[in-house]
């Protein structure tokens, strides 16, 4: 039988909220014929408008949805509505025992109030971190992590963040390959490990950045495994190698070469993590002269060897 996804849908519900993640199940289902049924329940059956304008039109409501594998709530102004939170939250409640249950950016504030997130580890959208942990005290929120499982309750970060939880579901379900796939399908840069931060290191650098310096994080990550002297990333940046160096360390406290480094060994770990790779060709596709110099630097950074580390978590 199809796992059914059920979606919640009302008026002033973020769009890529609910799009997003559906993608990826439609999607899993070309690579695994009726691996998921998609139904789309609101409040009543009548179309319901997004915050952009989009309407949908619900399959079931609320009190008819057929039993759910997976119950998705999105975000949006229109939870901020207690006409519309209220009967998702009593929903909610009388699903609790439903196998997964997720939110997806500020859809927490309804999977809060339900209480099922009482005495959990949960997400959020980091610009709502502070108001859902002033307004929910019970939950222990992690602000940072793009999403986050605990039991049978999950929830992440905002909007994109929809799709990597998706991902992770499908995983679960039909394993690492077609996951990848789909992300691949979606032209997904990269599928995310939960406990990642919402903003990577080169989100961080192009924050940071003077106007000079805000294509460099793009080619950096782009070209570990090239030539990324200070020479090189100096010229880029039209600047002598002494001015770069010192103007560069100003701004990003650190040094070129060691942000450099810092960046081959955070993208190696999500290499490792692939079943095929080894230790040499990782180290030589981030850009290291030898395994030896690898393994080095990443005990150093994170104080497990390479070949421990993949062990431990591929």
């Not at 390959?177 to 903003?199: H, N, Y």
Request: aromatic share 10%; charged share 25%.
């Amino acid at each position: 039988m199809p796992r059914r996804i059920g979606f919640v849908c009302f008026d002033g519900v973020n769009a890529l909220d609910i799009t997003g993640p559906a993608e990826v199940f439609g999607t899993a289902n070309a690579y695994s014929a009726g691996a998921y049924e998609i139904l789309f329940v609101g409040l009543a059956l009548k179309p319901v408008t997004a915050e952009v304008g989009l309407r949908l039109v619900p399959d079931a409501t609320l009190g008819k949805a057929p039993p759910l594998d997976t119950i998705i709530i999105p975000g949006g102004a229109g939870l901020r509505d207690l006409r519309i939170a209220n009967p998702i939250i009593t929903w909610l409640r009388e699903r609790r025992r439903t196998r997964r249950i997720a939110s997806v950016c500020t859809g927490i504030y309804a999977l809060a109030a339900s209480g099922l997130l009482n005495g959990r580890v949960a997400t959020t959208h980091w610009r709502f971190a502070a108001d859902v942990e002033r307004r929910f005290p019970a939950i222990s929120l992690k602000p940072g992590a793009i999403y986050l499982q605990d039991r049978n309750v999950f929830t992440s970060a905002g909007v994109t963040a929809g799709i990597d939880l998706a991902l992770s579901f499908v995983e679960s379900d039909l394993g690492g390959r077609i996951a990848l796939r789909i992300a691949r399908e979606l032209v997904v840069f990269l599928k995310r490990p939960g406990g990642q931060m919402q903003f990577s290191e080169p989100l961080r650098f192009q924050t940071r950045a003077a106007d000079r310096f805000a294509a460099l994080a793009t080619f950096i990550v782009t070209n570990l495994d090239k030539d990324l002297s200070v020479e090189v990333l100096a010229e880029r940046a039209g600047m002598s190698v002494r001015q770069f160096r010192r103007r560069f360390t100003a701004v990003f406290k650190l040094p070129p070469a060691t942000y450099v480094e810092q960046m081959r060994l955070d993208e190696s770990r999500t290499r490792l993590l692939a079943a095929e790779r080894t230790v040499e060709s990782v180290a030589t596709s981030v850009g290291f002269a030898s395994a030896d110099s690898f393994r080095r630097a990443f005990v150093r950074r994170f104080g497990v060897a390479p070949s421990q580390f993949a062990k431990r978590f591929r």
